[in-house]
C-alpha cells in the first residue's frame, strides 16, 4: 500500500462541529439512492454476527463512484456497555478510494450512526408523515431517541414531547433536550399513553436479544407515522397488519436476512422505491404509517462523503 503515511481520523466532537444540517443529510441521501438506481452507487446487506449473548455485530458496506468512495463501517453493539458507562453502540466508518482501494479516512461510527439513522428516519418521514405533525413520542430515550428529536425538530412544527422509556437518567436528558429546542416534554406512565398521544412515534429500545414485545401498531393514532429503529424487535409483529404503508430501508438487504422485520405481506416497499416515486409514502390524511428498518449502508456512505468532503472544505 502507498500514498501517506498517515490517514485522517475524524472524531464524534470534529464530526458534530461540522454544523451539518438535517436537511443537508436527507438531501444526500436522496442523491446516493438516486445514485444507486443509475447504478452509479452500491450496497450489500450488511453481515451480521450476534454470538447469543446480546451482542449484536455488523459490518455495512457501500460504494459510490461520485465521489469515488468505499465506505465500510463496523460496530458492535451490547446490551452490557452502558452498565460499565459506555454507549451501547461503538464502532468505526473506514473510507476508501472506490477505484484505487487506497485509504482516504477513518471517522468516528458512533456519531455517524446516530445521525444517519435520524437521517434515513427522517427521509421516509417527509413522504410518510403529516407535514402539520405536532407532537412526537420516544419509546426508548438514549442516543437514537436523541439524534431523532434533534432531525424531527427541524423538519416538524412540534409543540410536545412525549417520553417513555427505562431508566430515569436517559428520559431526563431526552426531556432537557427538549428543553433546549423549548419543547415542552412529558414522562408518560406507559407506552400505550405515549404513542396514542404522537402525531410521530420513534421506537429505540435497546436491543437485547431477548426483547418481549410490548408495543402495538394498533395504538397509533390515524395520521401517525412512526419510525421504528430497533429492527421491530419491542413491536407485536403481527400489529404491523393494522398500518396502512410500511416501508422498510432495503428489500434485497432483507431478502437476505435470516430474521425478518416482519412478514413481508405488510411491506408496501423499500426507501428506494419511496424516494424514486415508485411507491406512495402516504395516500390518506388518516393514513398509520411507519418506517421499520435494520439500517441501510447507503445512509452510512451518504453522511460519510458528505463529512469528509465537508472537513476539507473547512480545512481550505
Ligand atoms: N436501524 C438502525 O439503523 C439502527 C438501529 N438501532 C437500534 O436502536 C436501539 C437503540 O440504540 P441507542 O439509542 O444507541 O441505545 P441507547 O442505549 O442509547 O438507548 C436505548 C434506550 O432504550 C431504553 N429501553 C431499554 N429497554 C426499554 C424498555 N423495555 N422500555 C422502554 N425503554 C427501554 C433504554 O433505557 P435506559 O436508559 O434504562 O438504558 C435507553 O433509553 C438499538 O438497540 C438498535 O436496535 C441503533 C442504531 C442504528
Ligand atoms: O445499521 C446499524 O448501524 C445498526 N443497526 C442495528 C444496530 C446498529
Same mark, same amino acid.
Given at each position: 500500500?502507498?500514498?501517506?503515511?498517515?490517514?485522517?481520523?475524524?472524531?464524534?466532537?470534529?464530526?458534530?462541529?461540522?454544523?451539518?444540517?438535517?436537511?443537508?443529510? &436527507?438531501?444526500?441521501?436522496?442523491?446516493? &439512492?438516486?445514485?444507486?438506481?443509475?447504478?452509479? =452507487?452500491?450496497?450489500?446487506?450488511?453481515?451480521? &454476527?450476534?454470538?447469543?449473548?446480546?451482542?449484536?455485530?455488523?459490518?455495512?458496506?457501500?460504494?459510490?463512484?461520485?465521489?469515488?468512495?468505499?465506505?465500510?463501517?463496523?460496530?458492535?453493539?451490547?446490551?452490557?456497555?452502558? $452498565?460499565?458507562?459506555?454507549?451501547?453502540?461503538?464502532?468505526?466508518? %473506514? /473510507?476508501?478510494?472506490?477505484?484505487?482501494?487506497?485509504?482516504?479516512?477513518?471517522?468516528?461510527?458512533?456519531?455517524?450512526?446516530?445521525?444517519?439513522?435520524?437521517?434515513?428516519?427522517?427521509?421516509?418521514?417527509?413522504?410518510?408523515?403529516?407535514?402539520?405533525a405536532s407532537v412526537i413520542a420516544f419509546i426508548?430515550?438514549?442516543?437514537?431517541?436523541?439524534?431523532?428529536?434533534?432531525?424531527?425538530?427541524?423538519?416538524?412544527?412540534?409543540?410536545k414531547v412525549l417520553?417513555?422509556?427505562?431508566?430515569?437518567?436517559?428520559?431526563?436528558?431526552?426531556?432537557?433536550?427538549?428543553?433546549?429546542?423549548?419543547?415542552?416534554?412529558?414522562?408518560?406512565?406507559?407506552?400505550?399513553?405515549a404513542v396514542t398521544g404522537a402525531d410521530i412515534v420513534i421506537?429505540?429500545?435497546?436491543? %437485547?436479544?431477548?426483547?418481549?414485545?410490548?408495543?402495538?401498531?394498533?395504538w397509533l393514532k390515524?395520521?401517525a407515522f412512526a419510525? &421504528?429503529?430497533?429492527?421491530?424487535?419491542?413491536?407485536?409483529? $403481527?400489529?404491523?397488519?393494522?398500518?396502512?404503508?410500511?416501508?422498510?430501508?432495503?428489500?434485497?438487504?432483507?431478502?437476505?436476512?435470516?430474521?425478518?422485520?416482519?412478514?413481508?405481506?405488510?411491506?408496501?416497499?423499500?426507501?428506494?422505491? /419511496?424516494?424514486?416515486?415508485?411507491?406512495?409514502?402516504?395516500?390518506?390524511?388518516?393514513?398509520?404509517?411507519?418506517?421499520?428498518?435494520?439500517?441501510? =449502508?447507503?445512509?452510512?456512505?451518504?453522511?460519510?462523503?458528505?463529512?469528509?468532503?465537508?472537513?476539507?472544505?473547512?480545512?481550505?
Amino acid at each position: 500500500m502507498s500514498a501517506s503515511t498517515s490517514i485522517p481520523y475524524f472524531s464524534e466532537d470534529q464530526l458534530a462541529g461540522l454544523g451539518l444540517t438535517t436537511h443537508e443529510v &436527507i438531501n444526500r441521501i436522496e442523491t446516493l &439512492i438516486l445514485s444507486g438506481d443509475k447504478q452509479q =452507487a452500491w450496497s450489500a446487506p450488511k453481515a451480521v &454476527i450476534q454470538p447469543g449473548d446480546g451482542r449484536y455485530m455488523m459490518v455495512a458496506l457501500a460504494a459510490a463512484d461520485d465521489p469515488s468512495v468505499l465506505a465500510v463501517k463496523t460496530v458492535v453493539l451490547n446490551p452490557r456497555n452502558p $452498565e460499565q458507562g459506555l454507549p451501547l453502540i461503538n464502532g468505526l466508518v %473506514t /473510507l476508501l478510494d472506490s477505484h484505487s482501494g487506497l485509504p482516504i479516512a477513518i471517522l468516528d461510527g458512533n456519531w455517524i450512526t446516530a445521525v444517519r439513522t435520524a437521517g434515513l428516519s427522517a427521509t421516509a418521514a417527509r413522504h410518510m408523515a403529516k407535514n402539520d405533525a405536532s407532537v412526537i413520542a420516544f419509546i426508548g430515550c438514549g442516543v437514537q431517541a436523541n439524534s431523532h428529536l434533534q432531525a424531527f425538530s427541524t423538519l416538524f412544527p412540534l409543540e410536545k414531547v412525549l417520553l417513555f422509556g427505562r431508566g430515569a437518567v436517559n428520559i431526563e436528558r431526552l426531556g432537557d433536550k427538549a428543553a433546549e429546542l423549548s419543547l415542552p416534554s412529558v414522562a408518560c406512565d406507559s407506552a400505550e399513553e405515549a404513542v396514542t398521544g404522537a402525531d410521530i412515534v420513534i421506537s429505540s429500545v435497546t436491543h %437485547t436479544g431477548d426483547v418481549t414485545p410490548f408495543l402495538d401498531a394498533n395504538w397509533l393514532k390515524p395520521g401517525a407515522f412512526a419510525a &421504528i429503529t430497533d429492527l421491530a424487535v419491542p413491536w407485536g409483529k $403481527e400489529s404491523f397488519s393494522a398500518l396502512d404503508q410500511v416501508v422498510i430501508d432495503d428489500l434485497v438487504q432483507e431478502a437476505a436476512m435470516p430474521n425478518k422485520l416482519m412478514s413481508p405481506d405488510y411491506v408496501t416497499g423499500d426507501l428506494s422505491q /419511496l424516494v424514486l416515486g415508485k411507491i406512495k409514502g402516504r395516500n390518506l390524511d388518516s393514513d398509520r404509517n411507519a418506517f421499520v428498518f435494520r439500517g441501510h =449502508a447507503m445512509g452510512d456512505l451518504a453522511l460519510s462523503t458528505l463529512v469528509y468532503q465537508r472537513a476539507l472544505m473547512m480545512s481550505d
